[in-house]
């Protein structure tokens, strides 16, 4: 059974690009088994995972419910808004508890920056980071770079642009560190306010006119404008922020070249994008979710292997 150089996917900053590669191939076996029409396989038949949220999440804890049951695996769900955590329990008692009913694995989405880090350093369990904070969303990363590679072909030398929240988004931290060690060009492009102080210094390119951007790139990667982190206002208005950065189809008929739209979900139709650009045909952001379950899969499968 292969394996990863690692015993947890706290971040894409800690893998390596076979690490990256390994997932690729084992994703594309997953992918075959998930639209056969019987859909499950043994793999992980006597495996415990806890899902463990304490933030708020659709698709990703759905893909990773989903994923875990595929390769037979027995899953927990803990969800803090119901839990003791409301008492006062801390993060570490909370999982130590989880882990007391012997579980093997832990996906964990946290509100603070480095939590699975800091969990990893005191329990013996897998864990696979499903966001923290602002910090990393490695799966997310993951399937975005498997749906590039699955559209275009390749991503050595492809230019992509992350557009929108820059500021607050864990996707947009784990997407650059994912191309760059695929061999891609990134640019980030968003109002000022919403860029952070030293992007700069990550090696990408910074653009403020969301043109420039769109006729650079072969793949725009469109972010949500996350209003439950801003504690500030960072623009005046959405309308305003749709009338300088929404994406319509109009925007990408004129441009000289086809190029495909990509969003981590959940869309805020009208204000990053448009509904006839989300549902054009330069979009493939459904591929996106199905290549979510078969990343998600393919991760869970490795790391049981490199528990071993």
Not at 72 to 100: C, P, Q, R
Not at 117 to 143: C, M, R, W, Y
Not at 189 to 206: A, M
Request: proline fraction near 3%; include cysteine; glycine fraction near 6%.
């Amino acid at each position: 059974m292969s394996k990863l150089s690692q015993r947890h996917l706290l971040g894409i900053k800690n893998i390596t690009t076979k690490d990256i590669e390994l997932i690729f191939e084992t994703a594309d076996n997953f992918k075959e088994v998930i639209n056969r029409p019987i859909k499950k396989v043994p793999s992980l038949r006597d495996i415990t995972i806890a899902n463990i949220f304490f933030e708020n999440s659709t698709r990703t804890r759905l893909s990773f419910e989903l994923a875990e049951k595929r390769l037979s695996a027995d899953v927990v769900n803990f969800s803090a808004s119901n839990s003791s955590v409301k008492k006062g329990e801390t993060l570490l008692d909370t999982v130590n508890n989880i882990l007391a009913m012997k579980v093997d694995m832990v996906v964990m989405r946290h509100a603070s920056v480095g939590a699975p880090h800091f969990l990893s350093k005191h329990i013996k369990a897998n864990i696979v980071n499903a966001g923290d904070g602002t910090h990393e969303h490695p799966t997310q990363a993951l399937l975005d770079t498997y749906s590039i590679r699955e559209k275009l072909g390749d991503i050595q030398g492809k230019k992509v642009a992350i557009i929108g929240d820059i500021l607050h988004s864990r996707v947009a931290l784990s997407n650059i560190f994912a191309l760059q060690k695929l061999g891609a060009k990134v640019m980030v492009c968003g109002p000022p306010t919403l860029l952070p102080k030293f992007i700069g210094s990550l090696g990408v390119q910074v653009e403020l006119d969301i043109n420039k951007a769109l006729a650079w790139c072969d793949v725009a990667n469109v972010l949500r404008i996350q209003l439950e982190r801003q504690h500030i206002k960072y623009f005046p208005s959405l309308r305003e922020y749709s009338l300088y950065y929404g994406i319509t189809k109009k925007i990408l008929d004129n441009l000289k070249k086809e190029i495909v739209v990509m969003h981590p979900g959940p869309i805020n139709r009208g204000v990053e994008l448009s509904s006839d650009a989300a549902d054009s045909q330069h979009s493939i952001i459904l591929d996106q979710v199905q290549n979510g379950v078969a990343i998600r899969m393919a991760v869970l499968y490795l790391l049981a292997g490199a528990a071993n």
